[in-house]
T-cell receptor
Framework: DTGVSQNPRHKITKRGQNVTFRCDPI?????LYWYRQTLGQGPEFLTY????????KSRLLSDRFSAERPKGSFSTLEIQRTEQGDSAMYLC???????????FGNGTRLTVT | ELKVEQNPLFLSMQEGKNYTIYCNYS?????LYWYRQDPGKSLESLFV?????AVKQEGRLMASLDTKARLSTLHITAAVHDLSATYFC?????????????FGKGTLLTVNP
């Protein structure tokens, strides 16, 4: 169990640019989640995959956001035309079936200038 | 819409003292999770509570769940400095799935010598 891995750890970008983050889940986990966390708040749900199928997207996820999980392995989260309000920590988590807890990665901190 | 409230949001306590963090939620659920987050780090799973009356203990921390009152507590016994962190509760939606957790804002615990 090497844990959930996220890259990059930090990303600084100018408003209007596109960014892409990667998440490698724990290998035997078939569920993968993206959450967003801002300072002083708890994580907010963005989207969820079971294997390669994206089963739910939050209303927080505007049309500028897209997530993929090809072949049910790693996942990418892309934000197009970034805005300053997108600045946050983007957390990826994975879990196995049932009610097992989510295992979170260390996150990607995005700063939009 | 599921709402999760934690209190207190800030807790400063002395080593050796006992205290309780409360987590209230607004709609029916029988799945509640407690996480710990150290500064600049990701979230670490502490407890999974899956039924009314569930109680889990690990070291100086004990968590309980009362689904009828929609309340979970995290009790700290004889606090030590190493427990300083932010503690989050997270509630799963009713219906048997853990994928869309709603987190509280977190309780920042500082244990002073």
């Amino acid at each position: 169990d090497t844990g959930v891995s996220q890259n990059p750890r930090h990303k600084i970008t100018k408003r209007g640019q596109n960014v892409t983050f990667r998440c490698d889940p724990i290998s035997e986990h078939n569920r993968l989640y993206w959450y967003r966390q801002t300072l002083g708040q708890g994580p907010e749900f963005l989207t969820y995959f079971q294997n390669e199928a994206q089963l739910e997207k939050s209303r927080l996820l505007s049309d500028r956001f897209s997530a993929e999980r090809p072949k049910g392995s790693f996942s990418t989260l892309e934000i197009q035309r970034t805005e300053q309000g997108d600045s946050a920590m983007y957390l990826c988590a994975s879990s196995s079936q049932g009610n097992s807890p989510l295992h979170f990665g260390n996150g990607t901190r995005l700063t939009v200038t | 819409e599921l709402k999760v409230e934690q209190n207190p949001l800030f807790l400063s306590m002395q080593e050796g003292k006992n205290y309780t963090i409360y987590c209230n939620y607004s709609t029916t659920s029988d799945r509640l999770y407690w996480y710990r987050q150290d500064p600049g780090k990701s979230l670490e799973s502490l407890f999974v509570l899956l039924s009314n009356g569930a109680v889990k203990q690990e070291g100086r921390l004990m968590a309980s769940l009362d689904t009828k009152a929609r309340l979970s507590t995290l009790h700290i016994t004889a606090a030590v400095h190493d427990l300083s962190a932010t503690y989050f509760c997270a509630v799963g939606p009713p219906g048997g799935s853990n994928y869309k957790l709603t987190f509280g804002k977190g309780t920042l615990l500082t244990v002073n010598p």
